[in-house]
C-alpha cells in the first residue's frame, strides 16, 4: 500500500502514525526524499486499509496494494453466474423479472405471471411490501401478498422476486422468494443486508438514487461478507436535475461495474424512466451498457396499476421487448434464459432447486 500522508507532519506525528502500522503488522519506508509518501506492506486485509484511509494524519491511499473487496472483479476468476429459479445473470446469461410494481390480487397476479412467463420473463416481480413515498398510499398487501405470490409460484411456475424492508419479515420472505430484493431506499440498510447476507437465498440489490457506484458496492460487500455470494447489483437510475425522466438511468455505471465487479448487474428502466414510453429504449441502452439483465414493470391494465401506473408496460409491449432484447443479446454474444413451458415441470423443477 502507498499512503499519502498530510502536508508538514512534525516528528512526533510521524512516529505516531509509524507505530500504528507497526501494531497492525506493517512494515513501513518513506519514499526517498519524501516525508509524506509511504510504502507499507503487509496482510492485505481491508480491515487494516479502512482504518488506515479513516486517519487523520493520513491524506489518501494513492495505492491499496494486494487489499481486495470481494466484490472486485478478479482476472484469475470467472464472473460470478446468479441463479434462481429458472434466472440466470452472469457469464453471457441474461434474464428477464417482470410484473406489477405491487401485488394487487391473486387473479390478476396468475394472469400477469402466465403472460410474463409465456413472453419470456424468468422471474415474476410485485412487492407484497412497498416503499412508499407517501403513507397514505397504497402499501401493499404484507403477508397476504406473500401469500399470493407462494400459490401464484406453485400455480404457473415461475421464481418470485420480492422485496423486503424490515428485518423482522426477513424469513417470511425468503420462504417464498427465489430472489429477495433489496429496494433502492434501504440500499444501506446495513442491518438488513447482515440479515440478508444470512437468508439463504439470492440477493437483488437496488442502487439507492443518491448513492454513489463506490457506496453501492460497499453494500454489496455487506452481502458477500457476510457469506451470500449471490448477489445481482441493479442500477434503477439516480437523481438527477431534470423532471423529464423520474431519474437518470446510468449507464456509465453499468459499464463501470462490469468491469469493476464480478457480480452480475441488471438494469430497470421502468424506475429510471418513470414512464413506459422510453421503457424499452432505456432497456436497450442497458444492455448494450453491458447489463446481463433486466428488471420491467408491467402490468395487464397499467391505467388500474395501484402504484407506478404511469410506468408500467403493457402485456405487448413487454413482449416486443422481449423479442428486441433476443436479438441484442446474440449480437452481443448472450444467451437470454427461459422457462420451460410446461408449468408442472417446472413448478417442480422450481420446487426442488429450492428444497
Ligand atoms: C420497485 O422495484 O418497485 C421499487 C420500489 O424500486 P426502487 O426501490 O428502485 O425505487
Ligand atoms: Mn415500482
Known amino acids: 500500500m502507498l499512503l499519502r500522508l498530510q502536508a508538514g507532519l512534525q516528528d512526533p506525528q510521524l512516529e505516531s502514525i509509524l507505530a500504528l502500522c507497526k501494531d497492525l503488522g506493517l512494515t513501513t519506508s518513506f519514499l526517498e526524499g519524501r516525508r509524506d509518501l509511504v510504502q507499507v506492506d503487509g496482510p492485505a486485509d481491508p480491515r487494516i486499509l479502512v482504518r488506515l484511509e479513516g486517519h487523520p494524519l493520513v491524506r489518501n491511499v494513492i495505492d491499496r496494494g494486494d487489499v481486495r473487496w470481494q466484490v472486485d472483479a478478479d482476472p484469475d476468476r470467472a464472473e460470478t453466474v446468479v441463479t434462481a ?32 412467463k409465456e413472453r419470456g420473463a424468468t422471474l415474476l416481480r410485485g412487492g407484497a411490501y ?32 420480492t422485496e423486503v424492508m424490515d428485518t423482522r419479515d426477513v424469513d417470511k420472505v425468503a420462504a417464498v422468494a427465489d430472489m429477495v430484493q433489496v429496494g433502492a431506499r434501504n440500499m444501506a440498510n446495513y442491518p438488513l443486508l447482515r440479515e440478508l447476507a444470512k437468508c439463504g437465498r439470492p440477493v437483488m440489490l437496488k442502487r439507492g438514487f443518491g448513492a454513489t457506484v ?41 459499464a463501470h461495474l462490469e468491469t469493476a465487479t464480478h457480480l ?92
Not at 429459479?85 to 394487487?104: K, L, N, Y
Not at 452481502?223 to 447489483?233: A, H, K, Q
Not at 438494469?267 to 414512464?275: E, I, Q, T
Open 214 to 254: 463506490s457506496e453501492f458496492l460497499g453494500a454489496a460487500e455487506y452481502l458477500l461478507e457476510g457469506g451470500n455470494p449471490n448477489v445481482v447489483l441493479c442500477e434503477r437510475g439516480v437523481r438527477g436535475f431534470d423532471s423529464v425522466t423520474r431519474d437518470m438511468l446510468d449507464v456509465g455505471a453499468i
Open 130 to 161: 412497498k416503499p412508499r413515498t407517501s403513507p397514505y398510499a397504497f402499501q401493499g398487501l404484507g403477508e397476504v401478498g406473500l401469500e399470493i405470490l407462494a400459490r401464484v409460484k406453485a400455480d404457473v411456475g415461475i421464481g418470485i422476486v
Open 85 to 116: 429459479g429458472h434466472a440466470r445473470f452472469g457469464g453471457g446469461w441474461v434474464s428477464i423479472a417482470a410484473g406489477p410494481c405491487a401485488v394487487e390480487d391473486e387473479a390478476r397476479m396468475t394472469a400477469i405471471a402466465r403472460d410474463v
Open 264 to 355: 452480475p448487474v441488471i438494469g430497470d428502466p421502468s424506475h429510471a424512466a418513470g414512464r413506459a414510453d422510453l421503457v424499452p429504449n432505456l432497456a436497450r441502452a442497458a444492455l448494450a451498457a453491458g447489463a446481463d439483465g433486466l428488471m420491467v414493470e408491467v402490468h395487464d391494465a397499467p391505467e388500474e396499476a395501484r402504484s407506478d401506473a404511469g410506468q408500467a408496460l403493457s402485456m405487448a409491449r413487454f413482449g416486443a421487448l422481449v423479442e428486441r432484447s433476443r436479438a441484442l443479446a446474440e449480437l452481443l454474444g448472450k444467451r437470454v434464459a427461459v422457462c420451460p413451458s410446461s408449468s408442472e415441470d417446472n413448478a417442480d423443477r422450481i420446487g426442488m432447486e429450492f428444497a
